[in-house]
């Protein structure tokens, strides 16, 4: 993913989650670099857009 | 011990399973990442650097039978360290003492960037040079004579564009036959005077070092108080007595102007290194986005800018359109004529008891209070909130914002890093006081936080003050300007009771965009989704506590006893009613003084003093929390008691000068 504010990319698994924050979950992912909260993209869009890319990959 | 690029030092065989070592340096968003990942695979571990928070990441690899670690290091600019990135960057350079050092830039940025790998040459590290994001280079019809290059530096470069595997099979041969390269790292001479300052602090110097004595005296000319610890240990006392005493006498004689000679110089060594070397096309075409990132980063047309994607932004669009159009037909039309009437007869057609009744649908009703206020206020207002938010977000005008405020941040004691959780302030303060512990020195969080909880208001109560305000002519500016004035004298004045230095603040820019509608939606619509989520149930629960005191008389003994303080702001008494919603959450606050206004309540005079005071008013419970959290009891209370007398003070003065004056009568 991008950073929204460096424009840093990096894996969701590099960033840093789960501050305890929020009552309701963790939903945004530290950009490692500047520590910027990016929203976390939900899994039903993610699960889309791979359908998109696959469909697109196929034609 | 072997020889090698000219320098005596230990080579290979740093652990019992002779395994050499390779450091990727370079500037942040360079492609180390992506370098790092292709020459490791999935064998990699992420760990902090050891006394810091920095990570870094480490994976082996072998290369044409040779085993290998690779260490990417965190993005430096330069030797001589400013952030503690780039303080790890060279502890690893310095303690680690790897075979190989690949300086990783950006092709399109070769001639800012070849200013470190002047400085890791004349450190005589053994650099191998990767001019990588050469396709990109090339698209914008940049030519790079590599071969002229390699020539004038003296050590191997190699053009790459990682991303797309270009170039790897060449870096990782350059780094197995590192030292048996015949390559030497040649020398570049600055002025006769640096020269000779140069030679004489060097010569004072006995110890060995891993970086040469000629950067050692560099770095202790530009007071690098890292390499003076550490000349001070190798040297001793005595020997780091006169090294010490050199450096102050020159630093003394050249005390204007040595950072700024220096980088000169080597700007014209990057110059001359590049002539021949790099061309670009005859006619540079300035791109728009580029147009709009140098205006918006200039003062002179950067705060016009800003203005006037205030005014658009959040008056137009989150203010008049979100929080009047939007709330008028949800709150005012759905909630109000139809929604609110029909679930009360519902309610009270099902529920015979007249106190579960009012639980639900009475005057702090779960849904004719918590609800409707979290659906039909808080909502729409929200949403078009972040949907500018996010628009603004994935243009990459943030970043431009904390350069342009940067100067003026550093008068309140904070850096333009502090844009960060200003901006995600204006979202939801909790959040970004949370955010405020990546700022670097504890004194920047303690201004933050404070400048935090008193002068930002959250997305929503934004939102109801520009709808409430906007209806009153001159109000809106009359809230503007104490805000501003308050957050200009409550931060120079933490400032100066905050002694300390303002960090040192840079940043890559990310270029400038067309926001893409797609990143805009999901954005907004996961902010949204985790708000609402946040809300609801808290929104529920205040109603619960609110019928709970109405039902005990408690909450009507709150009223009364916050009677006096209002007649004091010269605010009729149900005004209490929306500073005690707002102790609960800020937005639940600013939907109580909606409530107020549509009830013709309070006047232009009445509604801009509630206002004011509401927005400085003590942070909400949640922000308090997360206060004591991060910034501990003391500090919490201190800023909650301060904020508290800050809020009513002001809006009693200016309660009092709008009478006097008879402004917005």
Redesign the interface.
Known sequence: MKC???????EES?GKQG?G????GC??I?C??????N????KF?KKIKGLWQEKQKKQ | MARCCGKTMEITLKDDHGIKRVALVGN??VGK?VLFNALTGAYVT?SNYPGTSV?VSRGNAVIEGQAWQVIDTP?MYSIHTITEEERVAREILLNETPDVVVHVLDARNLERMLAMTIQLIEAELPVILVVNIMDEAERIGLKIDLDLLQERLGIPVIGAATARKRGLDEIRRAMRNYCCSDENPRRFNYSRLLEQDLTEVAGLMRADYVLSKRTLALLLLQQDEEISALVQHLEGEEGYAKVAEKVREIAFQRRESFHLNLSLERKEIVRKLIQGVFSSPEKRVITWSEKLSNLAVRPLTGIPLLFIILYFGLYKFVGVFGAGTVVDLLEGKLFEEIFNPWITGVVKGIVPWAVIQELFVGEYGIITLGIRYAVGIILPIVATFFIFF?FL??T?Y??RLALLVDRVFKRFGMSG?AV?PMV?GFGCD??AT??TR?LETVRERIIATLLLSLAIPCSAQIGVILALLSKAPGALAVWGVSMLLLFIVVGLLAARLLPGEAPMFY??L??MRLPQLSNVF??T???M??YF??IL??FVLASVLLWLGKITSFFEKMVDALTPVMALLGLPKETAVAFIFGFFRRDYGAAGLYDLQTKGLLNARQLTVAAVTLTLFIPCVAQFL?MK?ERGWKVASAIGVFVSLIAFGSGYLLNQLLLTTGILS
């Open positions: 929204g504010f460096c424009g840093h990319e990096f590099d501050c924050g929020c009552s309701s939903h945004s530290h490692p670099r500047c520590n910027y909260k929203p976390l993209e939900p869009l | 942040p968003n990442s992420v990570e993005g996010s977000e994935d990459g943030f970043p890093r960060i995600l909790t959040m949370m955010v990546t940043m890559e990310p270029p999901t954005k619509y996961t902010r989704q985790w989520l946040e149930p808290l997360i959290k």
